[in-house]
T-cell receptor, first 113, second 113 residues
């Protein structure tokens, strides 16, 4: 049984650019959630995908968007990057839509300069 | 917005001592979860306590929940240097809504050998 894999682990982007982060769910998990964690803060919910449909969204602007694929892997896309988007982005997968039994990936550290 | 508030923000103890972290939340919940995070990496699920439970144990971990006070505590007994990490409490948004976990800001625990 594999865990949750995120790629890349680190990247640096320039303000105004676009970025795509990737997440492979744990085997058998059909739900993926994305969180943003600023330095020294707790994670903040961005959105969740269940069977390829968005199933809840946090207080993030539309330039944060996502996709879930038939194999339940997922992407997080951020357009028009801002300096405040610098953070650790965490992906979590689970078997259910509710908040039981999340398995988190190791995260992608995004730095916007 | 952050539902959980954790106390203390930072805790430094010697190996072998017990560590207690507290979490308060604002709305009714059906469960509360504790996670550990090592050095800005992914979150590891430690324990989940349901709203009808008052205490739960897992190895050296003991979690209590007081729904009348909207608070929870995590006790780590006989701490080890390897317990050095940040600890977060998290609750699902809404009583019966799934998906979104709301995290506190975390307690940074340092265990000195």
């Amino acid at each position: 049984e594999t865990g949750v894999t995120q790629s890349p682990t680190h990247l640096i982007k320039t303000r105004g650019q676009q970025v795509t982060l990737r997440c492979s769910s744990q085997s058998g998990h059909n739900t993926v959630s994305w969180y943003q964690q600023a330095l020294g803060q707790g994670p903040q919910f961005i959105f969740q995908y269940y069977r390829e449909e968005e199933n809840g969204r946090g207080n993030f602007p539309p330039r944060f968007s996502g996709l879930q694929f038939p194999n339940y892997s997922s992407e997080l896309n951020v357009n028009a990057l801002e300096l405040d988007d610098s953070a650790l982005y965490l992906c979590a997968s689970s078997l259910r839509q509710d908040a039981y039994g999340y398995t988190f990936g190791s995260g992608t550290r995004l730095t916007v300069v | 917005s952050q539902q959980g508030e954790e106390d203390p923000q930072a805790l430094s103890i010697q190996e072998g001592e017990n560590a207690t972290m507290n979490c308060s939340y604002k709305t009714s919940i059906n469960n509360l979860q504790w996670y550990r995070q090592n050095s800005g990496r992914g979150l590891v699920h430690l324990i989940l306590i349901r709203s009808n439970e008052r205490e739960k144990h897992s190895g050296r971990l003991r979690v209590t929940l007081d729904t009348s006070k909207k608070s929870s505590s995590l006790l780590i007994t006989a701490s080890r240097a390897a317990d050095t990490a940040s600890y977060f409490c998290a609750t699902p948004e809404g009583y019966n809504q799934g998906g979104k976990l709301i995290f506190g800001q975390g307690t940074e625990l340092s265990v000195k050998p």
